[in-house]
């Protein structure tokens, strides 16, 4: 249960080290020197592991240390995937997962540590230990040991979870995206190279800087929020403005790509210290597990007109917002807006392929998010829930 409004609770993360503007390479072996980790497996997007030298120069680095290479985790993961990850980390006796990807593949690492420690073998095994929520959208995490296989995470987009505790995955059976978290399952290092983003996709890169602006515009729209986090927030928020615009420009500035990594994980921190975000998110979980939209868009889709219906409860916080995205005196939600358009990303459902007839299962699946129920703005049945979505573009 998050804490009343006004009040808040810093959890501080289990991630013991941060490589900034490092080469993965020398990132990753330092750190397997530092912890004495000898078996490597690495689990990579398909695309980074088939079409650049980026995986195949890492395993070349790494040496007799690297033990195998998983590349099939699809969009927002799914329990099959961590599993058959699992299978060949467990056969290949691995003592530390290094992920290589964007935030489903980082998040198909975490749960694979938690497989690994539980030695869970089969889609229902997983059952146990998922995030539930109950009717008033109260968070109800299973209690289990953590993971001792540590992930060591190299992220190649802006979606910022390598500093969540989280992981997302999709129960591909029942078309729903479900939470797996535990302190331990943090990655135990990041790796911040801004030279292996250049192998991004433009689109990917950018949507999902969208997307850790909207964790900078949901800390500070809420009401749970703190001085230290919202400051941090504001950073991250001016700074990827700036840095993002100019990787939009000039997708080759390496140095305007390592801004937004650090402003990421800037945005990242109030999340992981325990800040719960509002209804953007919310919508953005089931947008993506049960209709596929990727992981950035559903933030570009429904961030701006989340503030707009939010501002009637938090219209003061917004104005840090609006003071952030460069105009202390225009609406917060226009200016994100016209930021998203700015950037060329999709800004309606229909740009998504999302059909509003779907409208009513896709008020279900949010009504059951954990934070739909700390939104800024009560949202008490789907009724109401409805109605905020009829007001997507």
């Known amino acids: 249960m998050s804490p009343a409004p006004g009040r808040s609770v810093h959890a501080q993360s289990a991630t013991e080290r941060i490589y900034v503007d490092e080469t993965a390479s020398t990132a990753i072996a330092h750190e397997l020197e530092t912890t004495g980790r000898q078996r490597a497996f690495i689990i990579a997007s398909r695309t980074l592991a088939t079409t650049t030298p980026v995986v195949t120069a890492l395993q070349t680095a790494l040496g007799d240390r690297h033990v195998g290479t998983f590349c099939e985790v699809p969009a927002h993961g799914s329990r099959a995937a961590v599993l058959a990850a699992t299978s060949a980390a467990r056969a290949a006796s691995a003592d530390v997962l290094v992920a290589i990807g964007g935030g489903s593949i980082i998040d198909t690492a975490k749960v694979v540590a938690l497989c690994l420690r539980h030695d869970l073998q089969a889609h229902d095994d997983l059952e146990p230990y998922r995030v539930m929520v109950d009717a008033q959208g109260r968070r109800l995490p299973p209690t289990f040991d953590g993971p001792d296989v540590p992930v060591i995470a190299v992220p190649t987009t802006l979606s910022g979870a390598e500093f969540y505790e989280t992981g997302g995955i999709t129960n591909e059976r029942e078309g729903r995206k479900q939470s797996f978290g535990h302190r331990r399952m943090v990655p135990r290092a990041v790796v911040l190279d801004p030279a292996i983003t250049l192998h991004t996709p433009h689109w990917l890169w950018i949507s999902t800087g969208v997307r850790a602006i ?98 009637p409860f938090n219209g003061e916080r917004q104005l840090r917002i609006s003071a952030a995205l460069g105009d202390a005196h225009a609406p917060a939600s226009a200016l994100l807006d016209h930021l998203i358009r700015e950037l060329g990303m999709p800004r309606s459902l229909a740009e998504v392929r999302f059909d509003r007839r779907d409208l009513p299962r896709l008020a279900e699946g949010v009504m059951l998010d954990r934070w739909t129920a700390t939104n800024p703005r009560p949202i008490q049945n789907a009724g109401q829930m409805i109605a905020f979505l009829e007001t997507l573009p």
Not at 275 to 297: Q, R
């Open 214 to 311: 909207d964790h900078a515009v949901e800390t500070l729209g809420s009401l749970h929020s703190n001085a230290y986090t919202d400051a941090l927030a504001e950073s991250a928020l001016r700074t990827l403005g700036e840095a993002l615009r100019q990787t939009f420009r000039d997708p080759g500035d390496t140095a305007a790509r390592g801004r937004c990594l650090t402003a990421t994980w800037q945005s990242m921190t109030p999340l992981a210290a325990g800040v719960p975000m509002g209804i953007s998110h919310a919508t953005g979980h089931v947008l993506g597990g049960s209709f596929g939209v990727s992981h950035g868009h559903t933030s570009c889709v429904v961030a701006p007109s989340a503030l707009a219906f939010n501002v």
